[in-house]
């Protein structure tokens, strides 16, 4: 169905893909993996629209026709007054009227061929996306993304992941041949996100996904394309397959690729050794078998089984060093806090967070938490009041309420203070960022590279209270990992809105859980408890936890060339696959 032959493609400072080759075959559900900035968004562009790239190599897109799209920015139309069921309605409708429209006009037309043709077309295209039984189909897409309630409700009136959800059955009811998704699980709530795993599972067309998410990683998709450093690996088979695949494959591959190297270090040896006895004795003989054997080196390096990529593109990500409070002190207090648009959204609202505490705001989507964070960094509401030693820190969501994107990513940093190039680089080569790339503007960076960027300017100030609105959305596996370092190696305060249960789980001492129009505390063991019941199994999560720690001992261990280590580890991986 789709086909790449050495396909390459880059910009002007960077090479994107240097001869890469994949499929993608009608039916198969892919996921497109790999770290921040590597150009996961770019080719599936480039697959959405290929005539408007030059790129070298060969690509072909054999039977796909239309493609549907569902970017990882949903924002809303305008006029959107109309009720769930209206708006996934509205094209069958469409359609469906310019069917009668056609049979009107042939009881007065002369021109009935082209009228025929017309009606054929129409008859096709209903056919095609089964319009007949569009009432069915939306009623059972709502289902599974557990949006029954809402198909009588305004647009307007859903929140941010329920609207994203809406987006998405509306493409997949269209029956594209190849349906996109760029990070559609994006600020979900783990409602939205179980319903969106529901609604990739049971479509029956082909799809490509671009995520970062564990859990739609460990619960989704058939196909693996692996996309880092130009190069992509693609395999037949889930996630967790994959990653156990490619543990093993190192293993293997460095072995031989040891064992090439002392083949032709011998060899080279001796090619020396005869090289320096022709010098001193001129003999045919030994100059056709020297000759031979430089011969035979040039095949070993032609055919030497390079070394596999086992580097982790794994970020070092600090927070500001900070010296803790001896006794812990309130850094903010909230009281009776209010907050309403056209109805109110939150009451009542009180808490406080001390120096020592991190705590993560939770709840579904539109409840008004990046509301209320916003609020706190803007510190104008007579409810919320600051204490003299609260230094505060932001990192938004939006990413141009932190960062100027007209600037240089070394502009962006001169202005807050550094003033060499070279120090710009050194701070930066932490968060995965090549020399290379620091004339670029910002705005030309992928999502996660901008958070980074924003933890990367974070780390530069002296904050000890972060106000962090979903600081892990973008980012790839190993920099939420690092992510999640850091926050636990901090010794300031934290405030953060997150949808990443994982992040959650790892990270916070404390929740504030919004529900009822207020935000009710709860400690973090008793909130793992109510999600372990409502949407995860505890023991699948403390499985993923102990997952995630062995591949990364693993991938340490080849980089330290300890193959022993790391098999006995993959042999310890494959026991926790099979329990997943």
């Not at 559900?29 to 900035?37: D, E, M, P, R, T």
């Not at 820190?393 to 550094?418: C, K, M, P, V």
Request: proline residues 3%.
């Amino acid at each position: 169905m789709i086909k790449a032959e050495n396909f390459s493609y880059g910009f002007s400072d960077i090479e994107l893909y240097k001869n890469i080759s994949f499929t993608l075959e009608e039916g198969q559900h892919c996921v497109l993996i790999g770290s921040n900035g590597t150009g996961k968004t770019t080719l599936a562009n480039i697959i959405r629209s290929p005539e408007d790239y030059i790129y070298n190599g060969k690509l072909f897109m054999e039977g796909v026709g239309r493609t549907g799209y569902v970017s990882q920015f949903a924002s809303r139309e305008k006029g959107q007054d109309i009720t769930v069921f209206d708006y996934l309605s509205s094209d069958f409708l469409r359609l469906q009227e310019e069917i009668a429209d056609v049979c009107a006009k042939m009881g007065e037309s002369d021109d009935l061929d082209t009228l025929l043709e017309t009606y054929q077309q129409l008859l096709d295209e209903s056919e095609a996306v089964d319009a007949d039984n569009f009432d069915v189909n939306i009623r059972r897409r709502l289902h599974l993304a557990e949006l029954d309630t809402k198909a009588d409700l305004e647009i307007s009136k859903l929140s941010g992941g329920e609207y994203k959800l809406v987006q998405i059955i509306r493409q997949m009811l269209r029956r594209p041949g190849l349906l996109i998704m760029d990070e559609p699980d994006v600020f979900l709530d783990f409602e939205n996100l179980k319903g969106l795993r529901e609604l990739i599972n049971a479509y029956e067309g082909t799809m490509l996904v671009i995520t970062h998410n564990r859990y739609l990683l460990g619960h989704c998709f058939n196909k693996i394309w692996h996309l880092e450093n130009a190069d992509l690996q693609e395999y037949e088979g889930n996630y967790l397959e994959y990653n156990y695949s490619l543990l093993q494959k190192k293993i293997d591959l460095q072995e031989r690729s040891e064992a090439d190297e002392l083949a032709i270090r011998l060899t080279t040896e001796m090619v020396e050794r005869m090289r320096e006895e022709a010098s001193e004795i001129i003999d045919p003989l030994r100059g056709r078998t020297l000759k031979g054997k430089v011969s035979y080196l040039e095949r070993l390096k032609a055919r030497q089984i390079k070394a596999p990529f086992v580097e982790i593109r794994e970020p070092v990500i600090s927070l500001p060093e900070i010296t803790p409070e001896e006794e812990p002190a309130v850094l903010l207090a909230v009281s009776d806090y209010s907050l309403a648009f056209d109805e109110k959204l939150l009451e009542n609202v009180n808490f406080t967070i001390k120096s020592n505490e991190k705590v993560a705001i939770v709840g579904p989507n539109g409840t008004g938490k990046t509301t209320l964070l916003r609020a706190l960094w803007n510190n104008d509401d007579p409810s919320i009041q600051f204490t003299e030693k609260a230094k505060v820190g932001f990192f938004s969501q939006l990413h141009e309420d932190t960062l100027n994107e007209d600037n240089t990513i070394y502009r962006e940093f001169y202005d807050l203070g550094f003033e060499t190039p070279s120090q710009v680089e050194n701070h930066l080569s932490n968060y995965c960022f090549d020399p290379d790339i620091l004339d670029r503007k910002i705005s030309q960076l992928s999502g996660g590279e901008k958070n980074l960027l924003q933890l990367a300017k974070l780390a530069v100030g002296d904050a000890n209270l972060l106000l962090l609105d979903e600081p892990s959305s973008h980012l790839d596996t190993y920099s939420q990992i690092a992510l999640e370092k850091a926050i636990a190696d901090y010794k300031g305060a934290i405030l953060m809105v997150s949808h990443d249960f994982y992040s959650i789980a790892n990270c916070a001492d404390s929740v504030l859980f919004v529900e009822n129009g207020t935000i009710r505390p709860m400690s973090g063991r008793a909130f793992r408890k109510m999600i372990y019941k409502r949407h995860f199994s505890r023991e699948y999560l403390e499985l993923e936890l102990k997952k995630k720690e062995l591949e990364i001992r693993i991938a340490r261990a080849l980089e330290a060339g300890d193959r022993k280590t790391a098999g006995k580890l993959c042999d310890e991986l494959g026991g926790i696959i099979g329990q997943m």
